[in-house]
DNA sequence: AAAATGGTTCTCTATTTTATAAACAAAGTA
DNA sequence: TACTTTGTTTATAAAATAGAGAACCATTTT
């Protein structure tokens, strides 16, 4: 028997689900995020997603797929059961956060092709522009320590 | 007389605009991005964004609009002249770059909801959720030693 | 075999986003 | 005063997105 939501609950579930669509997730992927992690069991069959959320199963579907497609949700069996449980593959956050700060970092091969393409005709401009470029290669190299310092800040 | 734009530069202000674009920002804005990046003067004319970018007026209006909303773009006069000279804002990437780096954080304040709102029914995942959380809030404290660190290293 | 289950795929529609074109306003010029 | 320049606004149109609903398919179950 599938848990009632409390309204505290569903409501959590969408602020999360803005939250992650205002990060460019498509709305119903974030809300999916928001039930998986809410649910005391932590997990939901497909049927429990349509329900929970009242969507449709095509779109259902869809962002499930993806979902997985992106590495973030799995599924397993029961034995005896043909429903598949979806669950948040949490355990590598580590990776994800590294990419997550990684994509900031980005940005720092465009800055230098940038500088490399301007006449030198506003020093002061390009000169800032290095420096924000400089600043993303430093943050990159710092990078490991961050989970390195939180690692020993742990013990 | 506008600066003529290579091939090269052309080329490169598109796949910045995209580089934008793929973060959410819109089309149009990115483009002017790295226009105003990439053109030695590291300025433009409302005529000249058009121009350049072959874009409508009205876009180009509202796209500088929002922009200079965001902070990202100003623009200046020159004496005898009417047109709007429009620039990056560039001189305070550290701000910006504190505020990118602090929205990675933001759900920090998701999971503490997520957190108390579970049962402890999972006590595996609702460990993973609370040093995801652990993580992001050491992450935040230390920002500020980045920037420190960043000037320390420059001397 | 027929029916039920669990999920996928396809088609259509509503919404949102992005951009255009044309009218408009303000301010300077002849 | 009429005309030009410089941008803004206002309708619209075009395109991208998200999702609903129904048909569909592959397994089980009966």
Redesign the interface.
Known sequence: MPEIL?E??KE?IE??GV?HEQ??MQPLMGRIFGLL??L???EATFEEIVDYLSVSKSAVSNALNFMQAQNKVRYKTKPGKRKRYFYLK??D??ND?QQ??E??T??AH?LN??IA???N??PE?TR??Q??C??LE??KT?IPN?FE??RK??R
Do not use: N, P, T
């Open positions: 409390s505290k609950k959590l602020r999360i939250f990060r460019g992690m809410v005391d069991e932590a949490i355990d956050w580590e956060m997550q700060i994509e900031i980005k940005g465009f092709e940038v393409a301007r006449k005709e506003k401009f800032q522009l420096e924000l400089e600043f430093y943050v710092k961050l310092g939180f800040q742990k």
